[in-house]
T-cell receptor, first 117, second 115 residues
Framework: AQKVTQAQTEISVVEKEDVTLDCVYE???????LFWYKQPPSGELVFLIR??????QNEISGRYSWNFQKSTSSFNFTITASQVVDSAVYFC??????????????FGKGITLSVRP | DTAVSQTPKYLVTQMGNDKSIKCEQN?????MYWYKQDSKKFLKIMFS???????INETVPNRFSPKSPDKAHLNLHINSLELGDSAVYFC??????????????FGPGTRLTVT
């Protein structure tokens, strides 16, 4: 069975602080895919990144960076110099390598990030 | 153009009623999903259809019946609504490939409130 754990439930930071959102996953698949989605107060789910299990390179996109470590089954997300617009719920999700019945996304419980001015 | 659209965006109804939520995607994807987000923000798969065939049915009460008239549409019909059905329902789609793992595109969500 697949499982995603986001142990942090709520994080509050002051603008311009760096913040790291943790994600730990469990799967028996050797090939799998990890995702981060953002849910701002408006409610939609915004895709941030997709990473497959064979690509352990860290990725940076502007103020966002992701650290994938297979050895610790973690896929952490760092926001540098946070801004008020980063306030949202952030979900980490896991998906297997298959189509069909195993194509579902398994989500963590989400981390509510509040960035104060 | 909206990639995945849902109607209505808000739905308020009384217990015992029957209601439907519609979802359409214009991405040409062959797989569509319904997810439920509860009051604690937890997101969980309900159903998945691939080319109009039911693929995933995750122990959802049989009061919920998905219907896919074609691969661009996946509707969700709910009979005898209960208070516990209040949630946000998200439709999503993806283009499955043999390797799997494709990104899912989500609709804007439908907030269902049962009173």
């Amino acid at each position: 069975a697949q499982k995603v754990t986001q142990a942090q439930t709520e994080i509050s930071v002051v603008e311009k602080e760096d913040v790291t959102l943790d994600c730990v996953y469990e799967t028996r698949d050797t090939t799998y895919y990890l995702f981060w989605y953002k849910q701002p107060p408006s409610g939609e789910l915004v895709f941030l990144i997709r990473r497959n299990s064979f690509d352990e390179q860290n990725e940076i996109s502007g103020r966002y960076s992701w650290n994938f470590q297979k050895s610790t089954s973690s896929f952490n997300f760092t926001i540098t110099a946070s801004q008020v617009v980063d306030s949202a719920v952030y979900f980490c999700a896991l998906r297997g390598p298959y189509t069909g019945a195993n194509s579902k996304l398994t989500f963590g419980k989400g981390i509510t990030l509040s960035v104060r001015p | 153009d909206t990639a995945v659209s849902q109607t209505p965006k808000y739905l308020v109804t009384q217990m015992g009623n029957d209601k439907s939520i519609k979802c359409e995607q214009n991405l040409g994807h062959d797989t569509m999903y319904w997810y439920k987000q509860d009051s604690k923000k937890f997101l969980k798969i309900m159903f998945s259809y691939n080319n109009k065939e039911l693929i995933i049915n995750e122990t959802v009460p049989n009061r919920f019946s998905p219907k896919s008239p074609d691969k661009a549409h996946l509707n969700l019909h709910i009979n005898s609504l209960e208070l516990g059905d209040s949630a946000v329902y998200f439709c999503a789609s993806s283009q499955d490939r043999p390797s799997g793992g494709e990104k899912q595109y989500f609709g804007p969500g439908t907030r269902l409130t049962v009173t």
